[in-house]
């Protein structure tokens, strides 16, 4: 799939109430474009898909940590030269990772706002779930998305730890080898969206996909609606 958009997207008539829903388009595993008729903004271009390589027009680029399947870093730098005005957003050990290739990434520091046009995109976070004792955690932010008064969109990287306030809807990894069902429901639960999509999911098969699904909207309830939106759909809020 290769998306573009042509120069008629911002609309330079427009009044600038930002009250259009705010489209996600999901790209594979944990990759999610965030776009509204003013803002284009990518996070996470990890290995798993090559969905969003050629994509253009991009505003912003957001990591949230440093595992493959979040950043691609070749694929990173390829982006970012078809994409040459996109502010580059990254967690610290991910910003000190590009500076060593050349690009000059805004470290991602947690409380702290970016401004991209007229969106704004909240730092929350800090740690990467822990996946074994063993193994040494590494840092992990979570990227709060709003236009305007447009809805609020989280998107927390590998991590059910922080828990935001006022959440419209929830980007919600839903399996890891760092996660389990009851731990997702939990933290789906405790965020308390409006609705959430499912995302972090490639290592499932469709019937795996619709497994977890059923299960974590079985213990959560028909409140929380986790809408059925696979690797390469999109959905509007």
């Known amino acids: ?108 520091v947690v409380g702290e706002t970016f401004q991209v046009g007229p969106a704004r995109i909240e730092v929350h976070g800090g740690t990467h779930a822990v996946i074994h004792p063993s193994i040494p955690p590494v840092g992990n932010v979570g990227y709060l998305f709003q236009e305007g008064d447009g809805a609020r969109v989280f998107h927390p990287g590998d991590s059910y730890d922080h828990v935001p306030e006022q959440v419209d809807l929830l980007a919600l990894p839903i399996t890891a080898p760092w996660a389990n069902m009851a731990d997702t429901a939990a933290f789906l639960a405790a965020v308390s969206p409006r609705e959430a999509i499912p995302i972090h999911d490639a290592i499932l098969s469709d019937a795996g996909r619709a497994l977890y699904r059923r299960l974590v909207s079985q213990v959560v309830g028909e409140g929380i609606p986790l809408h059925p939106v696979g690797p390469t759909d999109s959905f509007s809020v």
């Open 1 to 108: 799939m290769k998306l573009t958009v042509d120069s008629g997207r911002r609309r330079a008539d427009a009044v600038l109430a930002y009250s259009d829903p705010v489209q996600l388009i999901r790209l594979g595993h944990a990759a999610l474009l965030f776009e509204t008729p003013y803002v284009r903004v990518l996070c996470d271009p990890g290995s798993y898909s090559s969905d969003w390589h050629h994509l253009t027009d991009l505003d912003a680029v957001a990591v949230t940590h440093q595992h493959q399947d979040h950043v691609d870093m070749d694929g990173l730098m390829a982006l970012m030269e078809i994409n040459p005005t996109a502010r580059l957003m990254a967690e610290a050990a991910v910003a000190e990772m590009l500076t060593q290739r050349g690009l000059s990434p805004e470290v991602a």
